[in-house]
């Protein structure tokens, strides 16, 4: 056993396939275990392969990556996606969270991104680019009163401790440093977390973001890049 996170990755351009095998083989955590040209064959590999990550590009010629992630994760859950595009459209955004997906990186970022995104997602933690991070929580915040006012109330059922994770995580602190922050450990905030998104019946990180945002509890200004 290698101990290396094993990573799939789905795109049809060759070139820049090569670019991502070049970029992942200097990183010595993670290993490149296979390659698909379009959904439909990335969908086949991801059931013989089952990797630990996927790089999956948003726009396919068969299908959209969005469409795919739902597909593999409705079936392989404990498989963590990063979705890869040359956009940045707010509703590509969260609809690839929606979709399940734990990352979000635009193909145009430094290379040095990607690789904090694979990090992150590895640890179980989401990961949206930083150059897009405030167009997603202002757009998130653009919700109506009424539903903050109905959620302000589960907010209250949170410990004061929970209620101080729940806000380092949104403003998107990692695990790692929310617990060195508040002095306890890894475990615990993890444990932490568990509850909250159960407390508030909450199912992934943009929905965390857009609950914290709706309720005016983070600062928009701290997710620019």
């Not at 695990?175 to 905030?189: D, G, N, W």
């Not at 990180?205 to 945002?213: G, H, P, S, V």
């Amino acid at each position: 056993m290698t101990g290396k996170k094993r990573i799939l990755i789905v795109d049809d351009h060759p070139l820049f396939r090569e670019g991502l095998k070049f970029l992942i083989a200097r990183c010595p955590g993670f290993e490149v275990v296979g390659e698909a040209g379009n959904g439909r064959e990335g969908l086949r590999m991801a059931h013989e392969l089952n990797p630990d990550l996927i790089l999956m590009d948003l726009s396919l010629p068969d299908k959209s990556g969005i469409d795919i992630t739902r597909d593999i994760l409705s079936h392989l859950p404990e498989i963590r996606i990063i979705i890869l595009s040359m956009h940045s459209k707010i509703d590509h955004i969260t609809e690839s969270f929606v979709a399940g997906a734990s990352g979000y990186v635009v193909k145009e970022s430094a290379a040095e991104r990607l690789i904090q995104g694979l990090e992150a997602v590895s640890r179980g933690e989401p990961y949206l680019d930083s150059s897009l991070s405030s167009k997603v929580v202002k757009r998130l915040a653009q919700l109506p009163e009424n539903t903050a006012k109905i959620k302000d109330v589960k907010y209250e059922c949170l410990t004061p401790r929970e209620q101080q994770v729940m806000r380092l995580l949104a403003e998107g602190i990692s695990i790692k440093e929310i617990a060195e922050r508040l002095f306890i450990s890894p475990k615990t905030v993890e444990n932490h977390r568990t509850n909250i998104m159960s407390k508030l019946d909450l199912h992934s990180a943009i929905e965390l973001i857009r609950y914290a945002a709706r309720l005016g509890l983070i600062d928009v200004d701290l997710w620019k890049g």
